[in-house]
């Protein structure tokens, strides 16, 4: 049922007119590529109205003018906050992480060994587990990793996902889904009921912030990409820009891995040659 024209009373009173949706729907279409419909409005309005009554703001102006405002960096990424998950897991779609193991990694590993340079991103990596994920697979193929030019990047748009993906520290329960394999030695998190992926793991892995609406900043290609459950979000003309920005960045024969309810699509479509379950690999001719 199509809910336009309503004007979604917030439970404190606040109200989100079908004009503050759309301000904030455009705001977050400019800023971080989301596409919102009108179907978003009932989860923007109760997830908006619990920050603006902890802030003791009463009109929702006041909140559009505070995305602009002196705190505008904040305050952009606790509202992409509210709007996105950052939901992850150790290994998750673990098919991925079988093709990393049998069909990518073995050549990288190879050309490492040679002298060669070797570079994997997690784009939109959110608190870590996806790169670490890759870490843990390496490690197990070449325990000695840290003697050879391999580098695993993480990034995204939010800077305290960052900060937690640094810190490494999770729940115990979080490292239950690591398969028996790739069991790690855990260090002692500094919070109760919590551990820390160690530090030969964490060494492999550097982070970064980085929207991935906004050209690269890199100058070197990557041999594999993992950029999963990040472009849901993303209206099509958005998704297609970020699959080509993925496909220029990638070497030839690079793999690039999305989510389960992501499809390729647009000009890179081209050149980015299906080879498994949301997995491609790039063939630029
Ligand atoms: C659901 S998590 C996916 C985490 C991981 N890739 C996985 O599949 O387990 C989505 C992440 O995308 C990030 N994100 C959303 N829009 C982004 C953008 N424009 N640029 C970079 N990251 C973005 C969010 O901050 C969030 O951490």
Redesign the pocket.
């Known amino acids: 049922m199509s809910i336009a024209g309503r004007v979604e009373p917030m439970d404190d009173g606040i109200t989100l007119s079908d004009q503050d949706f759309d301000a904030i729907a455009q705001f977050a279409h400019k800023h971080?590529?989301?596409a919102m419909s009108p179907s978003k409005k009932p989860l923007v309005s109760s997830r908006l109205s619990r920050k603006l009554r902890k802030q003791n703001i009463r009109a929702f102006g006041d909140y559009l003018k505070q995305l602009n405002g002196p705190n505008a960096e904040s305050e952009r990424s606790e509202l992409?906050s509210l709007l996105?998950?950052?939901?992850?897991?150790f290994f998750?779609e673990p098919h991925h992480f079988e093709t990393l193991r049998n069909d990518v990694l073995p050549p990288l590993i190879a050309r490492a060994k040679k002298g060669g340079r070797v570079r994997i991103w997690?784009a939109?990596?959110?608190i870590g587990q996806?790169p670490y994920t890759i870490a843990a697979v390496l490690h197990s193929m070449l325990p000695d990793s840290e003697k050879y030019d391999i580098k695993i990047l993480g990034t995204?748009?939010?800077p305290v996902?960052i900060k937690t993906a640094e810190e490494a520290q999770y729940p115990i329960e979080n490292f239950e889904g690591v398969p028996k394999e790739y069991k790690f030695q855990l260090e002692a998190g500094s919070k109760p009921d919590s551990a820390r992926v160690p530090k030969n793991l964490r060494s492999k892995v550097t982070f970064g912030t980085?929207?991935?609406?906004q050209p690269f900043p890199f100058k070197g290609k990557f041999d594999a990409i993992?950029c999963?459950?990040?472009a849901i979000?993303f209206d099509n003309p958005t998704q297609q820009k970020v699959w080509h920005a993925f496909q220029k960045s990638l070497t030839s024969g690079g793999y690039l891995f999305i989510?389960h309810s992501e499809r390729m699509s647009g000009p890179a479509a081209q050149y980015m040659k299906t080879v498994g379950i949301t997995t491609y690999v790039n063939t630029p001719g």
């Open positions: 971080f590529g989301l992409l996105t998950t950052n939901v992850t897991q998750r997690s939109g990596c959110s996806e995204d748009i939010d996902v980085l929207n991935l609406i993992f999963r459950n990040v979000y989510g």
